[in-house]
């Protein structure tokens, strides 16, 4: 015995199926509800199917003191885990032992869940209070669970972006575009930047559909990917229907001059960021690639070139991956005399496995108001290096006195 075939219900539940003509176990599968498997003899042409009696959790978020709905990521994690789902059946579980991750963008979630015990982790990102409990739901019950989170950390002036975030559009990436924006708003980020590998699409259109134009600001840009020389993100590009991948730009056969120059020729003005510069690969980071001497911050290589605005110093979660390389080839710049600033992104492409905005970058614009955002402004903001890195603390940047203040 073992594995035979699988298929997907359709919107009414029916399904399907070709088996051998001997005795199979049906499985039914769907996130949250208790499996019940049905054991079907030879000959049998119709088969329903059932689940075990669920449980249900339903979630509302909220600004705490207010009634206003909260965008929001709720978790839920069974204190008894249920067997891992086959690989054979292509629906993956959930990472670190959860059974659910919701991006609840309205501050509602209502959620099917085997009865017994589970935890509820209520999360809206850095600057957010958590709303984190165990609760106990039996087989037929419907359990509400509040979560009003408190705004703690006070980023007045400044906007949080995460200008490297891929979807379905890039070729390591299977997110929907949809599912990809909910996943930036849920985590409380204002400026959700997408950046497909030569590609370009926009994040705005999403985010307005959804309704959600008071918690964020959309902005197109491009993770402009050679295959030899690096990777970079140009911010912003618009996209341009009818163009070679709705225009990104052309580097094949080109230097990094010609394509850096070509970059800051366009319209738009876009930053020119480089992405996770430094790394054992040429493939993938410039600074190695062009072969940057840490110690002087300069290169004689043919590759060479500074007409860049920015380094990603810090890709994804983990800062000591990054300190010793990129980190380091930042610092070498700036003690060469070179003003380039620094941002800091989640390169996510599986909302699964990497959520966006850890780290994100803090942009100072002197508002805070999605609305009043302008790609324009983002831009410039990162042209004048007025940013910090946010990976759990919040940098304010000096103003009269010496040292920046952390939060």
């Known amino acids: 015995s073992g594995y035979i075939t699988r298929a997907l219900t359709d919107a009414t539940g029916n399904y399907t199926v070709h088996v051998p003509d001997e005795t199979v176990t049906f499985t039914p599968k769907l996130r949250g509800y208790p499996t019940q498997e049905t054991e079907v003899s030879v000959g049998t042409t119709t088969q329903d199917l059932s689940f075990a009696p669920h449980a249900t959790l339903r979630v509302a978020a909220v600004v705490a003191n207010t009634t ?204 020119l960021i480089v992405n996770h510069p430094s790394g054992s690969t040429a493939f993938s980071s410039y600074f190695t690639a062009a072969m940057l001497d840490k110690a002087t911050g300069t290169s004689s290589h043919e590759l060479w070139d500074d007409n860049f605005d920015a380094v990603e110093v810090f890709n994804d979660s983990g800062l000591d991956s990054n300190r010793e390389d990129s980190v380091a080839h930042w610092f070498a710049l700036l003690n060469a005399g070179k003003t380039i600033g620094a941002v800091g992104s989640s390169d996510s492409h599986h909302l699964r496995t990497s959520p966006v905005g850890y780290p994100r970058t803090y942009l100072q614009l002197g508002y805070d108001d999605p609305r009043q955002a302008s790609r324009e402004d983002v831009r410039d903001a990162i042209k004048a290096g007025r940013s910090t890195i946010g990976a759990g603390l919040f940098l304010l940047q000096p103003r009269r006195s010496g040292a920046a203040a952390l939060r």
Do not use: C
């Open 68 to 271: 206003t709905p909260l965008p929001v990521r709720v978790q839920v994690i069974p204190t008894n885990a249920p067997a891992p789902t086959p690989a054979s059946f292509g629906t993956p579980d959930e990472a670190n032992g959860r059974l659910i991750v919701e991006y609840a963008v309205t501050g509602q979630a209502t959620l099917a869940v085997p009865p017994g015990e589970h935890r509820v982790v209520v999360s809206r990102g850095y600057e957010w209070e958590i709303h984190d409990e165990v609760v106990t739901v039996a087989a037929g019950e419907t359990l509400d669970i509040a979560a009003p989170l408190e705004h703690s950390v006070d980023t007045t002036g400044a906007m949080s972006a995460d200008f490297h975030i891929h979807s379905q559009y890039s070729a390591d990436s299977s997110d929907p575009v949809e599912h990809k924006v909910r996943g930036t708003l849920a985590e409380g980020l204002d400026i959700p930047v997408s950046s497909e590998h030569e590609w370009v699409i926009d994040f705005q259109p999403i985010i307005e559909e959804l309704g959600m134009e008071d918690w964020a600001y959309g902005i197109s840009s491009e993770e402009l990917t050679t295959f030899t020389w690096g990777h970079f993100g140009v911010v912003p590009l618009t996209p341009r229907p009818g163009e070679l991948n709705n225009g990104a730009r052309d580097w094949l056969g080109k230097s990094p001059r010609d394509v850096f120059a070509d970059v800051h020729s366009l319209p738009e003005q876009p930053a």
